[in-house]
């Protein structure tokens, strides 16, 4: 193993999807930066996702600001490289199975409405059938959002590291970070397997292992790993055209209860598989088989497209959404350790929020004003005292 002592403007731990999109903005920025993986690309939770860059599932609130700035910068800046990333424009489709739940959606929607965002109502089940013809028969209505679209997260985090390289950038893989250097208070720099690097600032993009690794600056930041099972079907002719989901799925993922949740997220693949979601549980980082969470993923999503029943499923995966207790990633600089900076703690929506988290902590970073404020994600927050 080669010996490095080194310095970068940059040290950034993790190259998963936030790690990349860090890389990205900061060498086009004209940092110097080197990323260092433990494994290998996208070896976190970024291959074990969906690739979702949704609007529709976010409450009004600063996440959902995030992911209205990440889009423009998807289909905006970035969009020259969209075939890269297989970048599709599809669409959600929530749907509601009982006329309060579309009461409940419709509130929803008028919010989203207020900031901006393209929703057009979709009032009954002759309506909802006109845009899924497989869907339950049974349904309520729903609402449709053609902003919603989806990425393949391994090729994003691949593509953004090569054109963070074509610009300086250095990627060290199967090299972990095993200590980070605070000298007179400040992070200046990391330990990793293969030597020293000394750094301006060191970020921490190691998505549900990142409180670990502040704790290695003697920080605490409570991001908790919140496992999901998706099941793959076999290849079938075109049947879910949009991502469709439940009504419930946007409770399910404001919802902190540490106990089995599922709410249905079926969509379609250009390939013909049928990817099937979502599941939520807090189990450590377990990666054992649940034939429970499996099975009520299954049912749920048959619910929603009964001709599911006949469809062979191929295989299942799951993975660790990072998940902070307040729902909201960490992102910027932590007050208590300067010079420490964290890009993590996304749980379900990484992906879509990557590019707008990275863009901005870069112009932290650099000292700039950033097109939004950074402030509700401050790392620090859990340990702020309330004045009395
Ligand atoms: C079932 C499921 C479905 C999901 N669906 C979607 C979706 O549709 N849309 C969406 O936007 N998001 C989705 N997510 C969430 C998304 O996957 C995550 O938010 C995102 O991948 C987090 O990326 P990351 O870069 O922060 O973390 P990771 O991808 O986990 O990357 C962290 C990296 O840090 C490395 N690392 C850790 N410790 C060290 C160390 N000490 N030294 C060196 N390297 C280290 C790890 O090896 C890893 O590669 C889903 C998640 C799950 C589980």
């Known amino acids: 193993m080669s010996t490095v002592h080194d310095r ?29 993986e433990r494994g290998s690309i996208a070896a976190g939770t970024t291959s074990r996702c969906e690739g979702n860059l949704l609007v529709s599932d976010k409450e009004v609130g600063p996440e959902l600001e995030l992911a209205l700035y990440s889009q423009t910068l998807w289909r905006g800046e970035l969009a020259e490289h969209a075939a890269d990333w297989e970048f599709e424009a599809k669409g959600g489709l929530v749907v509601s199975s009982s006329s309060r739940g579309k009461a409940a959606l ?14 057009d109502d979709v009032a009954d089940a002759a309506a909802l059938r006109e845009i899924e013809p497989y869907l339950n028969p ?34 060290l893989t199967h090299t972990t970070v095993g200590a980070i250097h605070v000298v007179r208070g400040r992070a200046t720099g990391v330990e990793t397997t293969a ?37 793959v079907t076999e290849p079938v002719p075109a049947t879910v055209h949009h991502k469709v989901y439940s009504a419930e799925y ?4 404001a919802s902190s209860d540490a106990g089995l949740q599922v709410s249905s997220v079926v969509e379609g693949t250009p390939s ?24 009520r993923v299954a049912r749920a999503g048959i619910e929603l497209f009964p001709v599911l029943a006949d469809v062979q ?13 307040d729902h909201l990633p960490v992102v910027g600089e932590d007050a208590r350790v300067p010079g420490l900076w964290l890009a993590a703690g996304h749980e379900g929506a990484g992906i879509g929020l990557s590019v707008g988290t990275a863009k ?29």
């Open 8 to 36: 970068a403007d940059v040290v950034i731990v993790g190259a998963g999807i936030l790690g990349a999109a860090v890389a990205y903005f900061a060498a086009s920025a004209g940092l110097s930066v080197t990323v260092v």
């Open 106 to 119: 419709d509130a929803l929607v008028t919010h989203q409405r207020g900031l901006g965002i393209h929703v």
């Open 138 to 171: 049974s349904m309520a209505g729903g609402a449709y959002y053609p902003e919603d679209a989806q990425v393949q997260p391994v090729l994003a985090a691949h593509h953004l590291l090569r054109l963070a390289r074509e610009r300086g950038a250095r990627l």
């Open 195 to 231: 030597g020293r690097i000394d750094a301006g600032a060191v970020v921490i993009c190691a998505g549900p292992w990142s409180g670990e690794v502040a704790a290695l600056a003697g920080v605490r930041v409570p991001v908790l790993p919140r496992r999901g099972f998706v099941l």
């Open 250 to 253: 946007v409770e399910n993922v």
């Open 272 to 295: 013909g598989t049928i990817l099937m979601g979502a599941s939520r549980e807090r189990v450590g980082f377990d990666p054992s088989f649940s034939s429970e969470a499996v099975g």
């Open 313 to 325: 499923i191929m295989r299942t995966y799951s993975g660790f959404r990072p998940y902070c207790p």
């Open 360 to 388: 901005l902590l870069v112009q932290s970073l650099r000292g700039e004003e950033t097109d939004l404020s950074l402030e509700p994600f401050r790392p620090h927050r859990f340990e702020e005292r309330v004045p009395a």
